[in-house]
Each structure stands twice: as C-alpha cells, then as structure tokens.
C-alpha cells in the first residue's frame, strides 16, 4: 500500500485541465443505457493513456491499468445524466437533448453529478498511468451506464465484466452530494438503501359520470389502494426499522364525466434490511389484490420499473479506509455517517464477485454556499450545481487514497 497521494499532486496545468474536461462532461450528458457519445470519448481518453480497454453492458466502457505484480483493485464511475432541463446559468450548462424509451423528446442534465464522477476517474487513471514508478498491480476503471435506472451495473455483469476484465480483490466508488466540500461521508456496514418501483395499473369499467352504478371506479379503488398502503410502514414494519413507501404518480382519466376503465399509480419503496424488504412487499401485493377484490373488479397489473440492490460497505475495508481519508484529508474532513435512503446499483459490481466493495460521498458546496439564507439544490435538481473546487479536488483525492491503499509499492518507491 502507499499511504500518501502527494506525488499525485496536480500543478496548475493539470488542474486546469481537470476543470476543462468536467465542462466538457457537464455539457454533453447522455440519457441511461444511450451513453454512445460519453462512452466514445471515455474510451479515446482510456487508449491515450494506455490502458486496455474494452466495451461492456452496451454503453459501459472499462479501462485496464496493469503496472506488473500486485493487487487488482476496481474504481467504478457512472456516466449517465438525468431527463430534466438544466436551470443553473453556467455558461457551460448542457443544451442537450434525448429520447425516452417511449419516443418522448426530453431535456437531458447531469443533475445527479455523474460528470464529476467521470472527471475524477479519468483524471485519477490519468496520474496513475503517468507514474507507475511509484505504485504496482493492475486497477480496474469500470464506468458504468444507466445507473439511474438500476440497469447499468447489470448490463455489465450479464455481458461478462468479470470473464473479460482481471477481478479485483475489492472495488471503490463515491458519489457528490450536497453536503461541504472538502468532507467525505463514509459508512461502515450497509451504506444505502435497498429500492424497490413498481407501476400499478387498476382496472376497472369504464362508464358516463351520470351512471356510476354501471362501473368499477378505478380512480376510487386507485385512492383507496393508495391510503392503504400507507399503513404498511405505520402498522407492519418494527419502529426500530426503516422503511419508506412513496407514491409518486397517479393518472386516470381524460374527462370529468366519464369514470375510466383503468388508473395508473407508480410506488417506490426504500429498505436497508432484507427481511423488511420482503414483508414490505409482500404487504403492498396483499393489500393491491385486497382491495380490488373488496371492489369487485380484477386483479391488478404490477409491473417492475426498477431494483437497486443494497449497498453494503465491508466494515473491516470500510474502518481502514476511514483512517486512511482521516489521513489524506484531515480528521475534521471524515465524517463517519448512518446509511442513507438514496439507492446506488453498485452494489451488484462486487456482489457479482463475491468480493467487498466501499462506498462513500464527498461534499459540493463551500461553506459560503451553506451558510447562505437560501436552500442548496441537491441532486437531481436542475439547479444543482456543485462548486468546481475543491470538490473534484477532494473527489480525486478521495479515489487515489482508496486506490493507493490497496495496491503495491513499485521497487523503485521502495
């Protein structure tokens, strides 16, 4: 292991190119699992740098930096922005636009940050690669598409990551937030929540307003489905758990005097335990048939938009990087943290594997920016807007620490 990051330091040039390449980033976001363009210009980066590269899971791209005997260790980074229109006034702002799965014309940002996480890998593969007389193994640079939509990291380990890439003894990865930056929060144990979407569909009989007797009201059985499921966390799940079911959407109708023959209402549902995850399912399934039956009209449709896996943090790898980052960063920078309700499919990467994998946030606002009367715009806001420094320094800082920690020291540093 080496225990500092100073020969990885960068001057003024290299920081400066560091800036440039975010704003490349930031302009030029991609909806989940269509990273065509994103993964092209990863990919030419990668090979400029020399590393083995290779695609995965259609739009993932993973880049192999080997530096003779030692430990292989993975970095994940995600690449795909979000479906909203941008609102922050920089002058780099994206003007990009995509194209739902349905044929929907969209906006596309990175409102979640994605462009910092994709800056920092590249620029860490960057250092490495341009001192290999002070480090040895081989790191895995994995940069992943659709996280958003949980299909990403999945897409990957279908399509044969780890037939094709070396597998690492453990693998990294870090997310912004909008917390302080210069700081990283760091969980030991499970790190984020378990997320579970479905859409419902409720059918019912269709019928003129003025002849209520002649239908099944979906848009009645709907309402009733929906404050019923709100007793779930209330009334069976222990108060010493956590558990959040949110219905987000709800729609039915075209007119005020017709009652529909369907309604359609989409649930997320967020978990850190297993078990709670079963038994809030299998609650919400109970009580979608119970009252449709209460209702007389037929079972509904349950339809999986998305499921993110837990993201579970190694104690023993998560408690020695923590006095790692103490060290890089400063006691005062590390804060050591509860889980979070937030949902990652990372995850998946070393589950895979059966390998242990660490995961952590590191901030994007100064304190000015805290200290200021008005609310900071957190992730997937079109005003989100993280401060360039130090975040990606503090990012970059972050994932050479975690990378240095696990490989070799060359002959030659030693």
Known sequence: MITSTAPFELSETRQAEMHELYRHLHTHPELSMQETNTAAFIQRRLQALGLETFMCGGTGVVGILRNGAGPVVGYRADTDGLPMKEDTGLDFASKATGTLADGTPVPVMHGCGHDTHMTVALTAAQLLSESLDVWSGTVIFIFQPGEETA??????????????????????????????????????????????????????????????????????????????????????????????VTVGTFHAGLKENIIPATAEFSVNVRTFDVDVRTRVLDSLRRILHAEADASGAPAPSIEEISSFPQCYNDPASADALIGEFQAALGEDCVNVVPPVMGSEDFGLLAEALGVPSVYWMFGAYTQERLDADTPLPGNHSPYFAPDVEPTLGTGLRAALTSLLSRVGRSEAAQ
């Open 151 to 244: 299909a990403g990291a999945k897409a990957m380990i279908e399509d044969g990551l780890w037939d094709k890439a070396p597998k690492p003894e453990i693998i990294y990865g870090q997310h912004v937030w909008p917390g302080l930056s210069g700081t990283v929060n760091i969980s030991s144990g499970t790190a984020m929540a378990m997320a579970d979407s479905w859409k419902i569909t409720v059918h019912g009989r269709q019928a003129h307003g003025s002849q209520p007797e002649q239908s099944i009201d979906p848009i009645v059985l709907g309402a009733h489905m929906v404050v019923r499921l709100q007793t779930v966390v209330s009334r069976e799940v222990h108060p010493m758990k956590s558990a959040v």
